[in-house]
């Protein structure tokens, strides 16, 4: 089969690899530009994009695929996009919303060739459309989670539903675990789906059930010790690696990466206990005990190491 393919993350990585793996034609690849990483902020190819060289292939990296925002430039490529005469594109975490007249540009498969855009989305649709649906699921506590592979319209995640797989979220899953899981199952669904595409059936989305899965700000990761413990150790799952969960000792922020449940009472933020098991902090209702922690400089260390260099003790307060 002929695809266009547009993603970015490793999560899309994953699901490009199977299509070749499988021996589809990848005609194009379209993806995030290059952005400053690491140290020295070197300007770094999405993992789709390195990929994607690695075999050989064109790449695309605009900005927009709006004409109305793109003029010229992007009327060349739309023109590019059609010159492929594609079956099919299939998108994964792009990050970047498609004009409906690229999402009529291939040919289509399936009943009628109905099917001309597939998306990969790492949710039980309708629930948690939108951009960081993983982590938005361990926070909100969900018991399962899954893959939709939907038939795109230019709405926000509002397509059709052409296969869907669920499963129970692991009580000690954080959005890095959650989307290792996830990124495999969605390419084995998308490789179980285009080898039979006769067989695709186009069910619509419920119209209950939908929630959003806003965008993670930074200052979300702020732990609010007057919420309760589970509430907060979610969050600290969720929030792995993005955006990371921290609080304030005395002006030095502490990230808290990993931590558990305790059945103790306190003034919320105050530090209850403070030894090699654990830093124990009084929430809203219940405790945290942290046993992951980083402070600034210094990678994340195991709470014996973290407290040799820097102490935290019994009855201070946490902001």
């Known amino acids: 089969m002929k695809i266009i393919f547009a993603g970015t993350p490793p999560f899309a990585a994953k699901a490009l690899q199977a299509l070749l793996d499988c021996g589809h034609e990848i005609c194009l690849v379209l993806s995030q530009p290059d952005r400053p990483s690491g140290r020295g902020m070197k300007l770094t190819p999405s993992a789709v994009k390195a990929l994607a060289q690695e075999h050989g292939i064109a790449v695309q990296t605009p900005q927009t695929l709006s004409v109305k925002r793109g003029g010229e430039e992007i009327e060349k490529l739309h023109a590019l996009l059609r010159e492929k005469k594609a079956d099919l594109m299939v998108v994964a975490a ?43 699921a361990i926070e909100a506590g969900d018991k399962d989670f899954g893959v939709t592979l939907m038939k795109m319209d230019a709405g926000l995640d509002t397509g059709p539903i052409l296969m869907q797989t669920s499963f129970p979220i692991a009580a000690d899953e954080t959005t890095n675990s959650l989307t290792e899981k996830v990124a495999s199952l969605g390419a084995d669904m998308l490789v179980e789906m285009l080898a039979n595409p006769a067989n695709i059936t186009i069910t619509p989305q419920p119209t209950d ?3 959003y899965a806003h965008k993670l700000m930074k200052l979300e990761g702020k732990l609010d010790f007057s919420q309760p413990a589970e509430v907060l150790e979610r969050k600290i799952r969720a929030f792995s690696p993005f955006p990371s969960s921290f609080t304030e000792h005395n002006g030095t922020q502490i990230k808290i990466w990993q931590a558990t449940v305790v059945d103790q009472k306190g003034v919320p933020g105050q530090i209850l206990k403070s030894d090699s098991h654990g830093v124990v902090i009084a929430c809203g209702q219940g405790a945290l005990c942290a046993t992951i ?27």
């Open 209 to 211: 059930g939908v929630t």
């Open 293 to 319: 922690l980083q402070r600034p400089g210094k990678p994340k260390m195991p709470v014996q190491q973290f407290l040799q260099g820097y102490p935290l003790k019994k009855g201070e307060q946490l902001q």
């Open 94 to 136: 792009y990050g970047m919303l498609l004009p409906q007249e690229v999402l009529d540009i291939p040919v289509g498969i399936g009943p009628h060739n109905e099917v001309k855009c597939v998306n990969i989305h790492a949710s039980l649709l309708p629930r948690w459309r939108g951009a960081a649906p993983i982590s938005r």
